[in-house]
């Protein structure tokens, strides 16, 4: 079906022929949260919120074969409506300690015998540990003084999510964190 963007007044076939006269006839009058088009055999008027759902409908889902997408939402019911779970995973989110993968080197992992990549890999995770180090503790901190202060294992949750998603994004990024906080 062919959906145009800027008027609620959409063609009932997709065919090219129709298409074309679709766009060629882009008068559009709005009255009553209804917008409607100069009459046309192959136009239909429909609500505004008849659009939005058409509109959502026929949008495939970006996320609907990706597996992190999947988890992420059933995480999110999950905390919102199981308090034991929330409190659960507000907790090992807390406590969590971020990995990287260790970068490959000319296609392969750096050995010890390639002292320079072995260098630069052993000096990076170093460094990357230290911050990770420093982010734990921030976590930690943020349960901790939410937990004393009474509230709810899914609002510390969603805090600890809120914070994730202001980490600096090359943080994010190696960690892939950023693949779970864009669904806060």
Do not use: C
Not at 62 to 81: E, G, M, Q
Not at 148 to 161: L, T
Request: charged share 20%.
């Amino acid at each position: 079906m062919f959906v145009n963007t800027t008027s609620n007044t959409h063609p009932t076939y997709g065919t090219s022929s129709v298409a074309s006269n679709y766009q060629a006839n882009s008068n559009v009058f709005k009255s009553d949260n209804t917008n409607t088009r100069l009459a046309n055999a192959d136009s239909v008027s429909i609500s505004d919120n008849a659009y939005r759902a058409l509109n959502e409908a026929s949008q495939p889902s970006k996320d609907a074969a990706d597996p992190v997408s999947v988890a992420a939402k059933k995480l999110i019911d999950n905390v919102n409506n199981d308090p034991e779970f929330a409190d659960e995973m507000a907790q090992a989110y807390a406590y969590s300690i971020d990995l990287k993968p260790i970068p490959m080197v000319n296609g392969h992992l750096p050995t010890v015998n390639d002292t320079e990549a072995w260098a630069q890999m052993t000096q990076g995770q170093a460094e990357f540990e230290t911050q990770a180090s420093s982010i734990r503790d921030q976590r930690i901190q943020l349960y901790t003084n939410m937990k004393a202060n009474g509230a709810s294992g899914a609002d510390i949750f969603k805090s600890i999510m809120e914070f994730n998603k202001n980490l600096p994004s090359d943080y994010q990024k190696a960690t892939r964190i950023d693949q779970f906080t864009k669904y806060f």
